[in-house]
């Protein structure tokens, strides 16, 4: 096994009260890789709305809840300092620089791993939930599943995109839109649409763009084409039917989008967002509503035969689209806006991000207590 100098014990943040916004950071011992396991030296961890839903317990459909103790976090970036046995067949090297994501490790055999559809894998492990995360300074993964990070690509930059990036990566290319289509993002100033404007303006499509008005300058400055201040809108049926006809109109063909990517947790998103499709359109689930979910308004079968619609789930993405989102990124074609904070600070960006205060994306220093 090869390897560079590691400590015995490295510092870690904590979810020291499952069901609350509370972390801490304590000393725990540093893991040594298995076979296959590679360990890496992790400098940054992308904080995403995913992490406080597990701290919190706010997502039912997880199996249990977090444990005390669990250490958070899914979009990890450092370099590789140990491999265990067998992963120098990898291909991955010491002092490369890789990343965590959401899906810590699939098995890579089952019928979903087959099919590319890595959130699916029937025994996979996601990582800051029962599987240690990437709020620590030393975390392990399977060699053959880590993505490698491109020169020129700096770290904080990165670590969002292993998620957040990734995530929508995936959604926009589950629309099936072509190059010119319009394509809507409820939630276009928040950690997930911020980066979706950004790719798919990337991938040739025209960018709609809907939030809270004190964002429309960030996101029409992310390329967005056209922006809509959702509290402009009640939210009733005529505000409804007000936002969607404004949204249809600034289409690129007058009849509704190709295609409405949500990222968001609001089920008043989902509740509007399938109005906003033209013959043929695609909703794409990507922001998971807390509490009870609520119907998608227009959902009945009439209404989707007749206009053809179609109603997707999407789950992060698999390492394919990893790679190819990270290769978007070293062309610049798509940058997080972030901020940098401590270890010391996630308890209160965890508020702030409860409070819906947060622009762009926050990663934490993990060098800096």
């Not at 809840?65 to 958070?72: E, I, L, W």
């Not at 289509?181 to 025209?206: K, S």
């Not at 201040?229 to 190709?258: P, Q, W």
Request: charge should be negative.
């Amino acid at each position: 096994m090869g390897s560079v100098e590691v400590p015995t014990h490295h510092k870690a943040i904590v979810y020291d009260k499952p069901g609350e916004i509370s972390t801490k950071i304590e000393t725990i011992e540093t893991p040594k890789p298995g076979v296959g396991e590679v360990l890496i030296n992790l400098t940054h961890s992308g904080v995403c709305h995913s992490d406080q839903a597990v701290m919190c317990n706010r997502w039912t459909w997880l199996p249990a809840p977090t444990q005390a103790g669990q250490v958070g976090g899914h979009e990890g970036v450092g370099k590789v300092v140990a491999l265990g046995p067998g992963a120098e067949n990898t291909g991955v090297k010491i002092g490369d620089r890789v990343g965590i994501k959401w899906m810590a490790g699939t098995c890579g055999n089952c019928m979903p791993c087959l099919a590319g559809k890595d959130a699916c894998c029937l025994s996979g492990k996601i990582s800051g939930y029962f599987t240690p995360g990437t709020f620590q300074q030393y975390a392990l993964g399977p060699a053959h599943y880590v993505t490698p990070i491109p020169d020129g690509v700096p770290s904080d930059l990165a670590a969002p995109l292993l998620c957040g990036g990734v995530t929508v990566y995936a959604g926009l290319k589950k629309t099936s839109a072509q190059p010119g289509d319009t394509i809507v993002i409820p939630g276009a100033g928040g950690g997930l649409g911020h980066l979706a404007i950004q790719i798919g303006n990337g991938m040739g499509f025209r960018m709609i763009g809907i939030d809270s008005g004190e964002k429309e300058q960030f996101v029409r400055g992310l390329g967005a084409e056209a922006f809509f201040d959702i509290s402009k809108y009640s939210r009733d049926k005529e505000g409804t039917a007000k936002l969607v006809e404004d949204v249809k109109a600034a289409s690129s063909d007058g009849l509704g989008a190709a295609g409405v990517v949500v990222c968001t947790a609001s089920n008043a998103a989902y509740g509007q967002a399938l109005q906003m499709l033209r013959f043929g359109g695609t909703l794409v689930c990507v922001g998971v509503p807390e509490g009870e979910p609520v119907p998608i308004a227009g959902a009945d079968p009439g209404s989707m035969l007749v206009q053809e619609k179609r109603i997707v789930g999407s789950a992060v993405g698999n390492r394919k689209d990893a790679i190819e989102t990270m290769h978007m990124a070293a062309r610049g074609i798509v940058k997080t806006h972030f901020t940098v904070e401590p270890m010391s600070k996630l308890t209160d960006v965890f508020e702030r991000m409860d409070k819906m205060q947060l622009q762009g994306r926050v990663v934490i220093d993990l060098s800096q207590e």
